[in-house]
């Protein structure tokens, strides 16, 4: 499985961004799905997550209501729209799958076996 992240780029405070994940190399539809970030001098973190039918998400508290994940499966692409930014969500963003796992919606890094490179998001105070 290949993932591809996009969308990361410098931003004010307030503001939003997209980020994309373009996914190859398995049906997209089989694969749980997440987002996760790495601030500067800290563990990567879960962000959101999201089910195969792209029904059930959960997200962690700090970008609950600000952001939201979904998943388009006839284009193969994981989203997170990520609104009324703040400085404290600088980080690199990496999008990540699990194939084959038993819960609908998977919130630590070690239940995923795939992962993007990496988008840079940074918001400026």
């Known amino acids: 499985v290949q993932l591809q992240a996009s969308g990361g780029g410098l931003v004010q405070a307030g503001g939003s961004l997209r980020l994309s994940c373009a996914v190859s190399?398995?049906?997209?539809?089989?694969?749980?799905m997440g987002w996760f970030r790495q601030a500067p001098g800290k563990e990567r973190e879960f962000v959101a997550g999201?089910?195969?039918?792209?029904?059930?998400?959960d997200y962690t508290d700090s970008v609950k209501g600000r952001f939201t994940i979904s998943r388009d499966n006839a284009k193969n692409t994981l989203y997170l729209q990520m609104n009324s930014l703040n400085p404290e969500d600088t980080a690199v963003y990496y999008c990540a799958a699990a194939w084959g796992a038993r819960a609908p919606v998977l919130i630590t890094p070690t239940s995923y076996g795939f992962w993007g490179q990496g988008t840079l998001v940074t918001v400026s105070s």
């Open positions: 190399g398995r049906t997209f539809s089989t694969l749980v």
């Open positions: 999201i089910n195969r039918s792209g029904v059930r998400k």
